[in-house]
């Protein structure tokens, strides 16, 4: 079992930025596509960007385009999201996720979660 684990949620206000990293086990991390998800209370997990294996392709949801940015450090085996003016409607838990594949694809496609790290925006 890969363990993902997760740092860099808190409370920000809007307009405020965060950066939340994972760390993913050596030996795991440059072979996958990985990527970030968050759930707010009473709504389903959505899909925030994904990442190809090598970097070479990002993906982002609609929402957070122009304002968040995904980056792998291979050598660090680290994935991070870069939250710039965040808004409350951000708020949410985010979770890490490795894809079963090199590239990013749909939820059903991820192989391993980390345990989540809460982000709040406050208005």
């Known amino acids: 079992q890969v363990q993902l684990v997760e740092s860099g949620g808190g409370l920000v206000q809007a307009g405020g930025s965060l950066r939340l990293s994972c760390v993913v086990p050596?030996?795991?991390?440059?072979?996958?596509?990985m990527g970030w998800f968050r759930q707010a209370p009473g709504k389903e997990r959505e899909f925030v960007a994904g990442m190809s294996r090598l970097g070479l392709m990002t993906r982002y949801t609609d929402s957070v385009k122009g304002r968040f940015t995904i980056s792998r450090g291979n050598a660090k085996n680290t994935l991070s999201l870069q939250m710039n003016s965040l808004k409350p409607e951000d708020t949410a838990v985010y979770y890490c996720a490795r894809y079963a594949s090199a590239v990013v694809g749909d939820e059903n496609q991820v192989d391993q979660w980390g345990q989540g790290t809460q982000v709040t925006v406050s208005s």
């Open positions: 050596t030996g795991t991390f440059n072979r996958y596509a």
